[in-house]
């Protein structure tokens, strides 16, 4: 009986959902295990190096973070996760010109998530958004 070899990528539904429970969990230093090792066997994989940057960026690796999203858009330019992920880095740093690049950019895909964005960057700014905030704010 011959068995089926198992896929080596680690782009298959199984390895995905390695993945998630990480992800969801905040256990950064396990997703970016599992995320580096799904780079190394699908270096041409959008998930596996958004994954990757996300992982990056929250153990504070934002240099090699960045590296990770470049490679994204380098892929797929549309990458609405990515494009999010930049935008509150951007936010995050000050860069308000860069920020509503993003919003300009998600609006073009979707403007729902546009809306996604904004209400994510009201919860990075404490109920603010960079780019219109009040004195208030």
Known sequence: IRRQPR??????????????????NKRWDDLK???DQWVKNEPTSAEALYYA???YEN??????????????????????ATL????LLASKSGKTEYVE?????????DPD???????????????????VATSAC
């Open 59 to 80: 153990l504070g690796d934002l240099k090699q973070a960045n590296q990770y999203f470049a490679r994204v858009l380098e892929l797929d330019s549309h990458h609405s």
């Open 101 to 109: 690049k993003t919003r300009v950019a998600l609006q073009a895909i």
């Open 113 to 131: 998530l546009n809306e996604e964005f904004t209400e994510a960057l009201k919860l990075n700014n404490n109920g603010c958004d960079l780019v």
């Open 7 to 24: 896929s080596r990528g680690l782009g298959d539904v199984y390895k995905r959902q390695r993945v998630v429970l990480p992800y969801q």
């Open 33 to 35: 295990i599992v995320a």
């Open 53 to 55: 940057g996300v992982a």
């Open 84 to 87: 999010i992920e930049l935008g």
